[in-house]
């Protein structure tokens, strides 16, 4: 099965900077979600974006659904030691019977004091 | 307090053996899945179901099976034929499979190790 380039794969960032990190497919998709996962956990859904160039804030968290449907963004702004996790983007697909999604690969976020 | 349960958290399979994962949930959600988590990687999709009595293999289910006999309960069995079970398996739900825009929650997961 297919899964999306994310990146970047992993990140050091010290408490306070602002975080940006990315989805890119092949493939076209109707839904655009990202999720954060802590250890041991399941992944915890941030932010859901539903139309091409759809721009959504959650608190620190902004996302963007690309106009060519086929990318997507997620920045988090003056990052905290709590944002530790890994975050996953996924495109979700309706084939008219089912919803599917694809999902990244992960971004591991680390955040230093 | 409604969502996602699965259990056990830890499960240890001995070679040859088949073992069932439980996931329920009580948001009254029509549609379930079960992904597969690898170290490194994202989840891959093993099956899902729209509906009570109802399901379909995703793009790894060999070595698995499910069954959907009621609306919250959705289990899944590992069995002898997968030969790399070793994973983090993770149990998610939607309102609806059959509209486009509804996103999937997940359970806390249950890691497979092999003895």
């Known amino acids: 099965g297919q899964q999306l380039n994310q990146s970047p794969q992993s990140m050091f960032i010290q408490e306070g900077e602002d975080v940006s990190m990315n989805c890119t497919s092949s493939s076209i998709f109707n839904t655009w979600l990202w999720y954060k996962q802590d250890p041991g956990e399941g992944p915890v859904l941030l932010i859901a974006?539903?139309?091409?160039?759809e721009l959504t804030s959650n608190g620190r968290l902004t996302a963007q659904f690309g106009i060519t449907r086929k990318d997507s963004f997620l920045n988090i702004s003056a990052s905290i030691p709590s944002d530790v996790g890994i975050y996953f983007c996924?495109?979700?697909?309706?084939?008219?019977?089912?919803?599917?999604?694809?999902f990244g690969t992960g971004t591991r976020l680390q955040v230093t004091l | 307090d409604g969502g996602i349960t699965q259990s056990p958290k830890y499960l240890f399979r001995k070679e040859g053996q088949n073992v069932t994962l439980s996931c329920e949930q009580n948001?009254?959600?029509?549609?379930m899945y079960w992904y597969r988590q690898d170290p490194g990687q994202g989840l891959r999709l093993i099956y899902y179901?729209?509906?009570?009595?109802?399901?379909q293999k995703g793009d790894i289910a060999e070595g698995y099976s499910v069954s959907r006999e009621k609306k919250e309960s959705f289990p899944l069995t590992v069995t002898s034929a997968q030969k790399n079970p070793t994973a983090f398996y993770l149990c998610a739900s939607s309102i609806d499979a059959t509209q486009g825009n509804q996103p999937q929650h997940f359970g806390d997961g249950t890691r497979l190790s092999i003895l």
């Open positions: 948001l009254n959600h029509d549609a």
């Open positions: 974006l539903y139309k091409a160039g």
């Open positions: 179901s729209q509906i009570v009595n109802d399901f």
């Open positions: 996924a495109g979700q697909s309706f084939t008219g019977t089912a919803s599917k999604l694809t």
